[in-house]
Structure formats: C-alpha cells, structure tokens
C-alpha cells in the first residue's frame, strides 16, 4: 500500500510500532544498565565526588600555572561521603540511575524509529534535510549529556558542597539530593544543546531569521550571563565563563544554521 493511501489509523499503528520498538530498546539498556550499575555508580556516576576526577585537577595545574588557586579547587583533599536517610533509597536509586543512563544510551535508537515513522512522507529534498537534522540532534544532545557530565555538573557540585555559611554547619549531602541534582543537570544541558536545532527548525518553517539574532545579540549575551550564573552559583568569573562560553557558542551556532530571511539585506538593523 502507498503511503498516500494509508488512513489516519494506518499511520497511528506505524507510530504505535515506532514507539513500541523505541520502548523496547530502552528497556533491554535499562536492563544492563541495571546489571553494571554498582561498577557504573562507583566509577561514572560518584567520580565527581572524589579529587581524582579529571576536571578538578586540570582546573588546580591551569590556576597553579597562573600564579594563584581559584576559589574551591586549590590542591588538597576532597573526598565527600554520601548518606542515605531511607530504607529502600539504595535500591529506587539503583532502578532509577539505570532507567536515566539505559534512555542515554537508547537515544539514538530512538531517533532512529521516530525517522522511520515521518520519513515515508517526506519528500526527496525534505528527507536529506530530516536526516541531517536527526543525526544533528543525537550529536548535540549527547554532546549536551558529556558537557554537563564533565564540566558543568563538577563546577556546579563542587561549589555547592564547599560553600561555608557558618563553620558550625557540616554538609551531609543525602542520596536522594545529589542524584536529583545529577540527573536534572545533565538531561537539561542535553536540551539546551538541542537549540541550534530547534532554531534550524523554526527558520526552516519561517519563524525564525537571521536579522533576529543580530537585533536581540546583546539582549542574548545579558540573558545567556544570568543563566550561566543560575547554573553556577559562584563569584569566580572562571567558573562563570565555562558555563557561559558553550551557551553563548551555542547562539552563535544557531546564527548561522537559521536562514536569512527574504528581506535580510546582511545589514545591522537600526535602532
């Protein structure tokens, strides 16, 4: 049967199947995500915790070589101890880190049954166009999950449970907060690097065009700061440029995928 023949409810059974393989996917990762979560958990998952993760200790030889310490990463002991404050935390940890990490790892896949589901009614032009915008959007998004992991989630971590109000206060950091504060992080860098993408999309369909980027540019920059700021919550202007540069990066990535519009002369618009 053609594509052009087929029902309404023809095409809500192919996405009913496209969704049931997308499923099916995830759960088979989630399920060895399960397996090798303690060994996961240990090494990926907690090595923010620990001096020893690779960011903290380029950040201390990069501020040594400098002449200084920054603020929180001078060369020394950190090693923070989680506790659990409820029986069954461990084990809805272990279930849920497993489902977060089996749908990271199912991403593509699940990109891939999305495509096959719209790609037979697109046409020639319209399927090379969704293609690349597919394969771009899995890139970015894992590239999003691997700049929270490294950068902003250790930055943002370690700032937090160093910071002293009083010297009669002990952080005890709990299971539940630093998993919270994980996951949310990283998924969310992973959205945020899927803007270019949906700036693409809406200058694909006329939404968006080039002359908006130039007119909102120092609007972009002030809004882009606060957020970075929101993200990392410390004075240090280090810490707060290696948030803000891949979200301003980010941006100017976007510039140059949205199409000029008809009447774009390339100019600086007037105020």
């Not at 029986?87 to 880190?97: D, L």
Request: hydrophobic share 55%.
């Amino acid at each position: 049967m053609k594509d052009g023949e087929m029902t309404f409810w023809d095409h809500l059974g192919e996405l009913r199947k496209a969704l049931l393989k997308a499923a099916a996917v995830t759960a088979v990762t989630t399920v060895v995500a399960f397996c090798f979560m303690p060994s996961i958990f240990d090494k990926v998952i907690l090595a923010p915790c620990h001096a020893t993760f690779p960011l903290y200790g380029w950040i201390d030889s990069l501020s040594k070589s400098w002449g200084g310490d920054l603020p929180g990463f001078s060369s020394g002991s950190f090693d923070i101890d989680l506790i659990n404050t409820e029986v069954s935390q461990q084990f809805m940890t272990h279930m849920s880190t497993s489902f977060w990490v089996g749908l990271i790892a199912a991403f593509p896949m699940v990109i891939f049954f999305l495509w096959r589901f719209v790609a037979p009614g697109l046409y020639e032009k319209e399927k090379r166009g969704a293609k690349r915008a597919f394969f771009f959007g899995n890139l970015m998004f894992l590239a999003g999950v691997a700049a929270g992991y490294f950068v902003i989630f250790p930055i943002t971590f370690r700032f937090l449970v160093t910071y002293e109000l009083s010297a009669s206060v002990n952080n005890m950091i709990s299971l539940e907060s630093y998993i919270d504060l994980f996951v949310t992080m990283i998924l969310v860098m992973g959205v945020v690097f899927e803007l270019p993408l949906l700036a693409w999309l809406l200058g694909r369909i006329g939404i968006l065009s080039r002359s908006f980027f130039r007119r909102y540019h120092r609007h972009a920059i002030m809004v882009l700061l606060i957020l970075a700021a929101l993200i990392t919550p410390t004075g240090d202007p280090f810490t707060l440029m290696v948030v803000f540069l891949p979200l301003i990066a980010l941006w100017e990535f976007s510039t140059i995928l949205v199409p000029k519009a008809e009447d774009d002369t390339g100019r600086n618009d007037e105020k």
